[in-house]
């Protein structure tokens, strides 16, 4: 076993600990009225995969549509619906809750060393509220659907379509309300309840990332709620606000809808590369490379993000002068970013890498992302963006850092915590082996697509020019494998539950605090409250404390 | 300051309550007077600095912001700075779009 | 500090956290759950601020591109009425820190009739702003399908066009006067929905206080509402020079 770090318990004798937040209540109520961020996490968990699947199977609508060019499965009107929906529930019901609502919910005051969050009731709201949003949602969906896209761009969503959107905008309205009361949470949290000795620079980087998409919840959010706000007005009431018949400006929703969602693409990864630091770290038996850069990095990506959110309105009319800033200012968030994958190249430097299941898909993470960023370059350069968006080109940037980075960086923390939430280890080469078939999936699903842009395929049609179909045929094969690389976690995770090997409370040796408390942990996570007494990521503090156990048992 | 400010736990003394109320009506009267002056350009300028400093006064002491923890005082201050950006970056846009006829 | 007092808490002067029977589990001290409850209050008026926000970069925006339009369609808001209920928003501010006082003291029924003041005070807002919009649906002023543009090209057939002395409005001009009160209404209207949340919660807490909820030294959550009536409070601070003081003159 010298290729991997993995260190299991003696599985003839480990068992889970009897006590744990599993099985302190029993009972659905003891679920549904639960305060504790653990539980609260899980059903996120449930939740959100339950929309993936939903998001996911429209997705595959979509690629089927695309492998003819006529518009054969989907008539042109029930395809917009699909696109429509496809994107609204996968950004505002699977992307922006991902990590921070589910493994944020879960390991952040583990994390931090304290017993939950600061606000219990106020994280239970939050779950239900993203319910409530949901299955609105789903209800619009359902009697009807809506063909907007997920952007609601004015006066398209409030004069000329006549689907629910005011049903659906009230749905995203109600699920900001679970993202405000998750970030606001968050920050109190970190900001009042940190464990003695874990000053800020000892926090774990999957802690500032959070902190950072937090603070872009709580400033965004309220805004984009005011927007919808504002569009179901004018569609019931016909106030003219983004009316241009009545001197009101379509372009003032674009900059107010921006405003929130650039900044609303951060929310979705910063959380993801908080994962991926830690799981780097671990899996190469390193201290992250310039932590306090890659700490700050967060956050300034956080702020830089704020002042970037007309590139998405370069060819909607906006002055030149606006342009060019803009332009400007979007090529500064990339620094932050390069900064972290630098960072993350440095921390494998010399270090003893090995490759399970949350490794490669952190790999995964690196390379996409990286790529996805660097498409993000040219999109923000005015020149270049004016022949290539609203064109295929842009569907592959923002698929690359959406799934390619972040959905890789989620299984990657899923895995990596799944023995930690669960108690148990996943099949380690049937997930390696997902996690290849993801990369590849994706790879021929996305790729084809940036070559597809450039030849000028334009976005949200349901029929195109024959002489994009091998491209687009490519494009729906890859959908194909990568469905199979996302079906796969679902199957054997499920079945790691009963069947999985006990995992023991540090199987990856990992330093954070919530590997150092068992595993499930109990109710109150902590027998103690913990002194952090070393740097984060301190692997030579675990081998001491390996010897002091050793000592004192032998 | 002495130690205990931190925990944001204070009594403010009625006499603060009743001055500060003062204040505001009087805001409220030198705004409406202040509006029936052509002040040209002036108007809306001072109709809005008069609404900051009575909003101060209310954060400040109505809310007893002067002696709450540092981070609240900050999440006061990243909201100013936010809504200046969205206000500042909006007009980006609009005072380039016609230079002069704005 | 001569204008404060610092209160002793419970808490220290028990000596052991654990004796305070308001220190939820997840806390260490009742100073840490004070200052978190204290900061996520602030933090939550924070989002209010970018809620609020949002609609100011709009009007903003549509001041300065139909500043006459904005001017007529001001005039029609009566000052009179703007002015009292600025006043009795100030003093309903004014009797929820002499609400707060009272709890923070312990006295049980000065709290309940400043809570009840308050709640008054609101309701008489409330009832004003209603005789506003009132008017305004009557003159058919509420946007959309029914709204006239009587009182802005003919100002003459409208006395209180004709007390401003205001000039007939060129049509396009006249016109733009809606998106005025669209934001008229929307800017008004969240305003007085935050009233009226919270006048409901006002309600359930003169409710609570009867069973002395607040008069036993935990005072937090009188506190953490009075943070919020004063925001509301500072919203319409801004909202009475901005709506209805434009070129008064």
């Known amino acids: 076993m010298s290729d991997t770090i993995v260190l299991l318990p003696d599985q003839s004798t480990a068992r889970i600990p009897k006590r744990n937040y599993l099985t302190q209540e029993n009972g659905l109520l003891s679920w549904l009225l639960t305060r504790d961020?653990?539980?609260?996490?899980i059903l996120y968990l449930i939740s959100i995969s339950f929309f993936f699947l939903l998001g996911g199977s429209l997705a595959g609508l979509i690629r089927l549509e695309l492998l003819t060019p006529q518009s054969d499965l989907l008539a042109t009107d029930t395809y917009n619906k699909v696109f429509t929906m496809h994107g609204v529930i996968m950004i505002f019901f699977f992307l922006v809750p991902s990590v921070p609502a589910t493994l944020g919910n879960f390991f952040l005051p583990l994390m931090i060393g304290a017993k939950d969050l600061a606000l219990p009731k106020m994280n239970l709201a939050s779950w239900y509220m993203y319910m409530a949003g949901g299955l609105l949602a789903l209800w619009a969906m359902i009697t009807g659907g809506v063909d907007t896209g997920w952007t609601f761009t004015t006066p398209l969503s409030t004069h000329f379509v006549n689907t629910n959107v005011i049903t659906t905008g009230l749905a995203i309205f109600i699920s900001g309300f679970s993202s405000i009361f998750t970030g606001l949470n968050f920050i109190v949290t970190i900001h009042k309840m940190r464990a003695p000795g874990m000053t800020w620079f000892r926090l774990p980087l999957f802690v500032w990332s959070n902190y950072a998409a937090s603070v872009l919840m709580v400033l965004g959010t309220p805004v984009l709620g005011i927007t919808l706000i504002l569009v179901v007005l004018e569609r019931t009431v016909g106030i003219g606000i983004f009316d241009p018949t009545k001197g009101g400006d379509p372009l003032l929703f674009q900059h107010l809808f921006w405003f929130y969602s650039h900044p609303a693409v951060y929310i979705m990864i910063l959380p993801g590369m908080g994962v991926i630091s830690e799981v780097i770290s671990t899996f190469s038996r390193k201290r992250v490379f310039g932590y306090t850069a890659v700490a700050f990095s967060s956050v300034a990506i956080a702020v830089f993000g704020f002042f970037v959110w007309a590139h998405h309105m370069f060819i909607m009319g906006i002055s030149n002068y606006a342009v060019l800033v803009f332009s400007l200012l979007t090529m500064l968030v990339a620094v932050p970013s390069a900064i972290k994958i630098f960072n993350w190249a440095l921390t494998l430097y010399k270090g003893s890498i090995t490759f399970e299941t949350p490794m490669i898909y952190a790999f995964g993470f690196m390379g996409l992302f990286t790529i996805g960023g660097m498409t993000g370059v040219f999109l923000g350069t005015s020149g270049t963006d004016i022949h290539l968006t609203e064109t295929y080109f842009i569907v592959a940037h923002f698929h690359f850092v959406m799934v390619g980075g972040m959905l890789m960086a989620f299984l990657a923390g899923l895995h990596f915590w799944w023995p930690k939430m669960t108690g148990r280890?996943?099949?380690?080469?049937?997930?390696?082996?997902?996690?290849?078939?993801?990369?590849?999936?994706?790879?021929?699903?996305?790729?084809?697509?940036?070559?597809?842009?450039?030849?000028?395929?334009?976005?949200?049609?349901?029929?195109?020019?024959?002489?994009?179909q091998v491209l687009n045929v490519f494009s729906t094969a890859g959908a194909t494998i990568l469905g199979v690389g996302y079906l796969l976690p679902v199957l054997y995770l499920t079945w790691s539950l009963k069947y999985g090997a006990i995992a023991g409370d540090n199987p990856w040796q990992a330093t954070g605090l919530e590997w150092q408390t068992q595993s499930p942990p109990l109710t109150e996570n902590f027998t103690q409250i913990p002194i952090m007494d070393h740097e984060a990521?301190?692997?030579?503090?675990?081998?001491?404390?390996?010897?002091?156990?050793?000592?004192?048992?032998? | 300051m002495s130690e205990p400010q931190e925990s944001g736990h204070r009594i403010i003394n009625p006499r603060v309550s009743f001055l500060v109320y003062l204040a505001l009506v009087a805001g409220v009267g030198l705004t409406i007077v202040a509006s029936y002056q052509n002040l040209g350009i002036f108007n809306?300028?001072?109709?809005?600095?008069?609404?900051?400093?009575?909003?101060?006064?209310?954060?400040?002491?109505?809310?007893?912001?002067k002696y709450s923890p540092r981070v609240s005082k900050l999440s006061v201050g990243s909201g100013i700075f936010m809504l200046l950006t969205l206000f500042a970056m909006v007009l980006l846009d609009y005072m380039s779009r016609a230079w002069g006829s704005w | 500090m001569s204008d404060s007092t610092v209160i002793a808490h419970d808490g220290l002067e028990a000596g052991h956290h654990e004796h305070s029977p308001h220190l939820h589990h997840q806390f260490e001290s009742v100073e840490q759950q004070a200052d978190a409850g204290n900061f996520a209050m602030w933090l939550f008026l924070l989002t209010e601020v970018m809620f609020f926000g949002g609609l100011f970069t709009v009007y903003m925006i549509y001041r300065n591109w139909y500043y006459p339009a904005f001017v007529a369609a001001s005039h029609q808001l009566s000052v009179k009425l703007g002015g009292i209920n600025s006043v009795l928003l100030i003093t309903s501010s004014l009797t929820m820190t002499l609400g707060v006082w009272s709890a923070q003291l312990r006295r049980k029924g000065s709290l309940i009739f400043f809570l009840m003041l308050t709640f008054l005070l609101g309701v008489v807002f409330l009832g004003i702003k209603g005789v506003e919009y009132k008017e305004k649906f009557e003159k058919h002023h509420f946007p959309g399908a029914n709204y006239s543009l009587q009182s802005f090209v003919n100002p003459a057939s409208d006395p209180v066009a004709v007390a401003a002395g205001d000039k007939p409005l060129p049509l396009d001009i006249a016109q733009r006067t809606e998106v005025y009160f669209s934001l008229y209404f929307a800017m008004t209207g969240m305003h007085a929905l935050h009233m009226i949340v919270g006048m409901g919660i006002l309600l359930f807490m003169i409710f609570r206080a009867r069973s002395d909820a607040y008069t036993t030294g935990h005072t937090a959550f009188v506190e953490y509402f009075g943070l919020y009536w004063h925001f509301v409070d500072i919203i319409w601070i801004f909202l009475f020079p901005l709506l209805y003081l434009i070129n008064r003159h």
């Open chain 1, 37 to 41: 961020h653990k539980r609260i996490g």
């Open chain 1, 537 to 554: 990521y301190d692997y030579e503090w675990l081998e001491r404390q390996k010897e002091k156990e050793v000592a004192s048992v032998g």
């Open chain 1, 425 to 468: 280890m996943y099949p380690e080469k049937v997930s390696q082996f997902a996690a290849v078939v993801t990369f590849i999936g994706f790879n021929l699903t996305f790729f084809p697509q940036f070559i597809l842009g450039t030849l000028g395929m334009p976005r949200r049609y349901a029929s195109y020019p024959p002489e994009f």
């Open chain 2, 44 to 65: 809306p300028i001072l109709a809005v600095a008069i609404a900051l400093v009575q909003a101060s006064l209310v954060a400040l002491f109505s809310m007893h912001l």
